[in-house]
């Protein structure tokens, strides 16, 4: 018998996703690329047009993908949205945590940073995965098996000028993920931070307009890599944090 | 029994009373307890189903009417096969708001085949089946399936209410800590009180825990007809690995306990349609647990608490002597025990 792979799952089966900022940059790359490989995938985002257009075309080449429109960082939208992503795809195997938000831009520094814009940023980015990942936790830990990932930022290591609240929620973040595994060490769900290095998406251009495209990863490519690693039989600690890039180039 | 005003915040926080069924005794307990009632090998069975906001508001060309959801597809035990997610079976309530008992509430508007109910400029239903037994009871088509569906059902409705409580219920609160697929139009309140720290304990003591999906239905409908046909025949769903957990334990002696009375309903009636033996998959259910009923599959349940009278409580006759149970009604009155949802359990389980 062939070893359980990442995500607890055979290669041949369809795993239920769920994946929060679905429209856009990797989020709607990775969407694609598991559907692509057989997985139903439910994608969540706030922009209702530019989600239903990944759908689309996710659909349009014969894989299972459903759209569901939602604000991460809104308390009353989780539950309604793991119900209703649950009743399309079944019990959710891969939680996939993409939303977030850089703040108000340009970014600006700590001391010009409201409070209430940094709280808004922890909303998204911190508590809306908290949430969600406490909704659909319990029911991976029945079933013994599952796969949270967050996608996190090298902004969660280093300190750099301007990019305090979000640098602090994707820390706070990996650091959820970190407890959680070692909370539910041996259960069979297993959590992962994952840093993609950076990448050419609307997300980089808002908060670097000046940055070299050229130097930038597709999100296309990062979600292959990504993809691979949910797939492959490799054994990564529950509660890593894996570096899939380093300054901008594919390792 | 009285009833408990708001759910506690920290669910396993509960009393337990344990009855002891080979014995004839009982004991005030604590739900903590749990694990070590249980020997390693013992399997406990809940129902992973998430509870629906299964209340819908709508408006019709005669007036206003309240819709309860009562189950996904037509309520007929014939018809297991599912394939719309617009076709549900609901019951309609008149007028009214969630202080007001169910028996209390006026006779709502009377429809027929062909009426549409609107519940948001997005969200319309037709009036497809209208049963012989109650005009209340209806099969409703809705004019969107899918993610549509599912998304304009989770924005306009909200959990069924209970009027003993102090406030209305958000979903958060109905939903059990392994809630899965939303197939539920009640809580499945037995398994609301399991949380993280309980079930850990459960596998520190070596007890395996497995699940079984149950659409639990509407527990009532302020019509007296249509509540003797309750509980309305129930879709499940058997997980192959919850199979083989039960003739695991069982090859090795260990007890099978049922956490919640939809869990019961779901082995027993998947039982009782295979010649006594579990078959893995989806079925529907019209089992009834009345006086009389043998339980095949399980050898114990943890309940809540329920009134003499209640369907619940018929069903711990399967699993407790009359005798035993009358005085454990009396004994939970006079000691303050906490009935209905998110109140205290009971556990019927021979040591």
Request: no cysteine.
């Given at each position: 018998m062939q070893s359980p792979t990442l995500s607890g799952f055979e290669p041949d089966t369809h795993p239920a996703v769920l994946l929060t900022g679905g429209s856009r940059g990797l989020g709607a790359a990775l969407g694609s690329e598991l559907a692509r490989r057989g997985a139903q995938v439910v994608l969540v985002a706030r922009g209702e047009a530019e989600l239903r257009a990944v759908v689309a075309g996710i659909r349009a080449t014969g894989g299972v993908a459903h759209a569901l429109v939602a604000d991460i960082g809104d308390k009353e939208a989780i539950y309604p949205l793991v119900g209703a992503a649950t009743a399309l795809v079944g019990p959710i195997d891969v939680l996939v945590h993409d939303a977030s938000t850089l703040g108000p831009l340009p970014l600006g520094e700590l001391l010009d940073t409201e409070c209430e814009d940094f709280g808004r940023v922890l909303d998204v980015n911190l508590l809306g995965p908290f949430r969600l990942t406490k909704a659909v936790v319990g029911s991976m830990l029945l079933r013994g098996r599952g796969l949270v990932l967050g996608l996190s930022s090298d902004a969660a290591v280093n300190g750099y000028p301007g990019w305090g609240a979000y640098g602090v929620s994707k820390a706070a973040l990996d650091h959820l993920l970190r407890t959680w595994a070692a909370e539910l060490d041996t259960s069979g769900v297993r959590f992962l931070s994952i840093d993609p290095g950076d990448m050419d998406t609307q997300m980089h251009a808002d908060a670097i307009p000046a940055a070299d495209r050229s130097t930038l990863a597709s999100p296309a490519d990062v979600a292959i890599r990504i993809a691979d690693l949910i797939q492959s039989q490799t054994s990564i600690a529950t509660g890593s944090r894996v570096e899939l890039a380093i300054r901008g180039r594919v390792a | 029994m009285t009833a408990t005003v708001w759910p506690r915040a920290r669910r396993a926080q509960a009393r337990m009373l344990h009855l002891d069924p080979g014995c004839g005794s009982m004991r005030d307990l604590h739900l903590d307890a749990l694990p070590t009632l249980l020997q390693p090998g013992d399997l406990v069975v809940v129902n992973d189903a998430a509870t629906l906001p299964a209340e819908l508001r709508g408006t019709t060309a005669q007036g206003p009417v309240e819709v309860r959801l009562?189950?996904?597809?037509?309520?007929?035990?014939?018809?297991?096969?599912?394939?719309?997610?617009s076709i549900w079976t609901a019951v309609l309530f008149g007028a009214g708001?969630?202080?007001?008992?169910t028996e209390d509430r006026p006779s709502p508007i009377v429809l027929a085949r062909g009426d549409t109910i609107a519940f948001a400029a997005d969200l319309h239903a037709t009036v497809v089946r209208v049963s012989s037994v109650s005009p209340r009871l209806v099969q409703l088509r809705f004019d969107r399936e899918g993610a549509a569906l599912w998304a304009a059902l989770y924005r306009v409705g909200r959990p069924v209410q209970y009027s003993y409580l102090c406030a209305p219920l958000a979903l958060?609160?109905?939903?059990?800590?392994?809630?899965?697929?939303?197939?539920?139009?009640?809580?499945?309140?037995?398994?609301?009180?399991?949380d993280a720290h309980l079930l850990r304990s459960l596998r520190q003591r070596g007890v395996g825990i497995a699940s079984v999906t149950h659409a639990a239905g509407l527990s009532s409908t302020g019509d007296p007809a249509l509540d003797a046909l309750l509980p309305l025949p129930e879709r499940f769903d058997v997980p192959e690995a919850t199979v083989r957990a039960i003739e695991r334990a069982r090859a090795h002696r260990g007890r099978i306990v049922a956490v919640g009375t939809t869990v019961v309903r779901a082995l027993e009636g998947c039982a009782a349609q295979n010649g006594c033996r579990l078959r893995p998959g989806p079925g529907v259910t019209d089992l009834r647990l009345g006086p009389g009923f043998v339980p095949r599959v399980i050898d114990g349940v943890l309940t809540g608490m329920h009134d003499p009278g209640t369907s619940h409580f018929v069903l711990l006759r399967a699993f407790v002597p009359g005798p035993l149970l009358d005085a454990a009604t009396h004994h939970a009155e006079t000691n303050g025990y906490r009935g209905h949802e998110f109140g205290d359990t009971c556990l019927a389980l021979a040591e």
């Open positions: - | 009562a189950g996904m597809g037509a309520a007929s035990p014939a018809s297991d096969e599912i394939t719309s997610d708001n969630w202080r007001m008992r958060w609160h109905v939903q059990t800590l392994f809630a899965a697929r939303p197939w539920a139009v009640e809580m499945p309140s037995a398994g609301w009180s399991l």
